[in-house]
């Protein structure tokens, strides 16, 4: 118990998460009757929170999003089960990829010939991928939560003065009230993240699940220290600025698997834009304030350095997304192209891990024109991009990049 006790002394000590000549005591509740600091209790309400946005999302998934995708002939159908086949299913289970080495073995032990257990095999993992309507679903849903999101966002931060100047997310540090609405912001965002994880174990597998994973736990872990930390005005900034382009972005592919194919070129075009300007223009902003103007205001201190760094960080791997992402869609439109997704959405498709860009499905299919094949691909730049990468770093993110965006704090 004196370990833990020593090792929970040195982890918090006042040295590394606040400024000089501050301590726990003095940004504790109530200890100024001017100032509503932030109440670390208080982290432990996203998690019950976590369980209401997962039934808001059950909800509307069951008796709107659905009955929609249906109505607009989506398939909600899965493709026929393979035959039960023991030793298939058991090498299956080992890996899903086949190994042609152990095609001849495989073959004695199930007596089929080669070419019906690489049938079997397809049959197979066609088998867990879910149906379009089902990712048509999740994205909808994140869809609709990232526009809330963002929106709440707007409101709450539209009379605030850092919003309009960036250099007011230093002033008076520590001592910062928080207000209601930026309290109901953050706890919100957090139990978003919160039902992502748990989520995450039933929700259509991807085979970046397990960055994933650590990019939602992250993210709630850089959310709840700038929170402790009374750095919830840079924190809820990057908050605002990261949800924006994920709306288009989960709009394109939600769309995309409507078969509106023109209108997920529009979204996609308007994401690229919104993208590169929040992204590169809005969240660099924030990274010059955090970096040149709050040591001008501020003393400095380890934790300042260690939430910067990061910050610093995810700018570096939104320049490089960006890369990407315009570089697919280039090729696209020289080769006319298009992926078979805009983000692998299975455990089949090639994900992207760290937001990397691969193509989904398998492959790729002749399109209707050079504009299609661009934003499909690019799409599938955008969506590896919002979906995995700060875990390698990220997101830390994202999505996340929002975790990361937490780190500002």
């Known amino acids: 118990m004196d370990i833990i006790n020593k090792f929970s002394g040195a982890f918090w000590s006042t040295h590394i998460w606040l400024p000089p000549n501050t ?12 100032v509503v600091h932030a109440d670390y209790r208080h982290l432990i309400w996203p998690i019950p929170l976590a369980a209401v946005v997962m039934l808001v ?10 009955p929609v995708g249906k109505s607009l002939g989506i398939r909600s159908s899965r493709p026929k089960k ?5 030793a298939l299913e058991s090498a299956y289970a080992k890996s899903t990829r086949l190994d042609h080495k152990c095609l001849a073995p495989l073959a004695k032990q199930a007596d089929m010939s080669e070419r019906q257990i690489e049938r079997w095999w397809r049959l197979r993992r066609a088998q867990d991928k879910p149906s379009t309507l089902v990712k ?10 990232y526009l809330y999101s963002f929106i709440f966002g707007v409101i709450v931060l539209w009379d605030k003065p850092w919003f309009w100047d960036v250099k007011s997310c230093w002033y008076g540090y520590p001592h910062q009230s928080v207000s209601n609405d930026i309290w109901w912001y953050y706890m919100i965002s957090m139990s978003f993240y919160w039902s992502l994880t748990a989520t995450q ?3 259509v597998k991807r085979k970046d699940f397990w960055q994933m994973f650590i990019h939602h736990m992250v993210t709630l872990l850089l959310m709840s220290l ?8 840079v924190g809820s900034l990057v908050l605002v600025v990261h949800d924006c382009a994920d709306i ?4 394109a592919k939600l769309t995309k698997y409507a078969n509106y194919q023109k209108v997920c070129d529009a979204i996609f075009a308007i994401f690229t834009v919104v993208w590169i300007v929040t992204r590169l223009g809005f969240y660099p902003r924030i990274i010059y304030s955090s970096s040149v103007e709050a040591p001008r205001i501020l003393p400095m201190f380890p934790a300042y350095y260690i939430f910067n760094t990061l910050l610093l960080m995810l700018l ?11 570089k697919i869609v280039v090729d696209s439109l020289q080769k006319g192209l298009m992926s078979g997704d805009i983000r692998s959405s299975d455990s089949e498709d090639v994900t992207d891990s760290s937001e990397n860009v691969r193509v989904a499905n398998g492959g790729s299919t002749r399109s209707k024109s050079k504009a299609a094949a661009a934003a499909a691909a690019a799409a599938a730049a955008a969506g590896g991009a919002a979906g995995s990468g700060g875990v390698t770093q990220r997101k830390v993110n994202n999505h996340t990049a929002e975790g990361t965006a937490a780190t500002a704090k």
């Open 82 to 86: 393979a035959a039960n086949v023991p």
């Open 316 to 326: 570096v791997l939104h320049v490089i997304w960006t890369y990407m992402i315009l």
């Open 226 to 233: 700038s929170w402790v930390c009374n750095l919830h005005r």
């Open 57 to 66: 999302r059950y909800t509307l998934e069951r008796f709107w999003i659905s």
């Open 248 to 251: 288009f972005l989960e709009a």
């Open 23 to 34: 301590t726990w005591a003095d940004i504790a509740p109530g200890s100024r009757p001017d």
């Open 201 to 203: 174990f039933f929700d």
């Open 136 to 145: 048509f679903c999740e994205n909808t849903w994140r869809c609709i939560y």
